[in-house]
């Protein structure tokens, strides 16, 4: 799978858009981005997944690039209770598991 | 929804002991994961399974073994705990096909041992 690189931290303000960069430049044609985020105390949580489209959900949209060698998951409006630690996972549907590395730490601030 | 549970929150054991940790399902899913979360390094895979009485390992499998005997329940076991498996441990399940991107996870397990 392809390997994934993140900022260590975030700060945005609550109400803002809270975009959140990633890097996959060795990204392959069958893999997949997956962006997953973990409150503290709490596991992982899903959010959304994309091939080459962009996607949107209720919780995030997510940008890929159309090289796909970056993408970027975007909070539009970001709450306190989205302070969390948000992984960018490279993987292809095939895969059984998912290669979390360390993700971004994301604080919002009032 | 799909629950995940693991059998603690919290468990504290001695050096030596043999732990079992617990993790159920309720949705039928195929694939099942544990990983182990500590500071600094993310979440590492220990072991997965994608059917009853199949197992895989992960990156990091020594010093630990898993049970799946039913399709519901994969256990993680520490045969002889030691100081360095102080950690969090993450339990996760998944579908196959169109529903395997998911990864749902337990609310983990924070051991300690002494």
């Known amino acids: 799978d392809a390997k994934t690189t993140q900022p260590p931290s975030m700060d945005c303000a609550e109400g803002r858009a809270a975009n959140l960069p990633c890097n996959h430049s060795t990204i392959s044609g069958n893999e997949y981005v997956y962006w997953y985020r973990q409150i503290h105390s709490q596991g992982p949580q899903y959010i959304i997944h994309?091939?080459?489209n962009n996607e949107t959900n209720e919780m995030a949209s997510l940008i890929i690039t159309e090289d796909r060698k970056s993408s970027t998951l975007i909070l539009p409006h970001a709450t306190l209770r989205d302070t969390a630690v948000y992984y960018c996972?490279?993987?292809?549907?095939?895969?059984?598991?998912?290669?979390f590395g360390k993700g971004t730490s994301l604080l919002v601030t009032p | 929804d799909v629950k995940v549970t693991q059998s603690s929150r919290y468990l504290v054991k001695r050096t030596g002991e043999k732990v079992f940790l617990e993790c159920v399902q309720d949705?039928?899913?195929?694939?099942m994961f544990w990983y182990r979360q500590d500071p600094g390094l993310g979440l590492r895979l220990i072991y997965f399974?994608?059917?009853?009485?199949?197992?895989e390992k992960g990156d990091i499998p020594e010093g630990y073994s898993v049970s799946r005997e039913k399709k519901e329940r994969f256990s993680l076991i520490l045969e002889s705990a030691s100081t360095n498996q102080t950690s969090m441990y993450l339990c996760a399940s998944s579908s196959t096909g169109r529903g395997a991107y998911e990864q749902y996870f337990g609310p983990g397990t924070r051991l300690t041992v002494t």
């Open positions: 996972i490279v993987s292809s549907h095939s895969g059984y598991a998912l290669n």
């Open positions: 994309g091939l080459k």
């Open positions: 399974s994608y059917d009853v009485k199949m197992k």
């Open positions: 949705m039928d899913h195929e694939n």
